[in-house]
């Protein structure tokens, strides 16, 4: 069995936008630290995530970690959960690029609800899981930032205090 992983940072409306994954594409940064910040508040303000990672396995996907206190948390979902369908669209074969088109979809068609219901597999046993995909709070979006400027700019991380709460 093939496993591949990929960071989907609290697979967001932000993937759906063609934007680069907060993962190991931050490393590349080219611009101002002040640039950087300013880009990632704008292209995150009012951004939609769930907040799950997945693992691609040959087939399917499964949740890798979930984000505290995200939409995934408050919805039950759990690492290891095996994601059997998403609104009625099968995911036992999908990749995490079809998982990010149905999301796409979803908020598509649904004017922007974000409500979804989630088949799992757990233990064996299948699971109905309503979520709803729910806007970055300026905690998370302060967090992101911070976590941008300590990989990517290192120096200028220095000088910028942590998020409150941290």
């Known amino acids: 069995m093939q496993v591949r992983t990929s960071r989907v940072v ?16 931050m490393k590349k940064c080219n611009q101002s630290s002040r640039e950087c910040e300013q880009e990632i508040r704008q292209m995150l303000a009012g951004r939609l995530y769930l907040g799950v990672e997945v693992e ?24 290891g959960d095996r994601l059997m369908a998403v609104n009625g669209r099968s995911t036992e074969e999908a990749s995490i690029k079809d998982f990010k088109q149905i999301i796409k979809n979803i908020l598509d068609t649904n004017r922007g609800s974000g409500r979804l219901f989630i088949i799992v597999l757990r233990h064996g046993q299948l699971h109905k ?30 000088q910028v205090p942590p998020p409150k709460g941290q």
Request: glycine share 4%.
């Open 10 to 25: 609290s697979l967001s409306v932000l993937l759906l936008c063609g934007a680069a994954v907060f993962g190991a594409d």
């Open 129 to 158: 899981l309503d979520a709803r995909l729910e806007p970055y709070s300026k905690a998370q979006i302060d967090k992101i930032v911070a976590q941008h400027l300590l990989e990517a700019h290192p120096a200028t991380a220095q």
């Open 56 to 79: 691609e396995m040959s087939p399917g996907l499964v949740i890798k970690s979930i984000a505290p206190d995200s939409p995934a948390s408050r919805a039950e979902m759990k690492t």
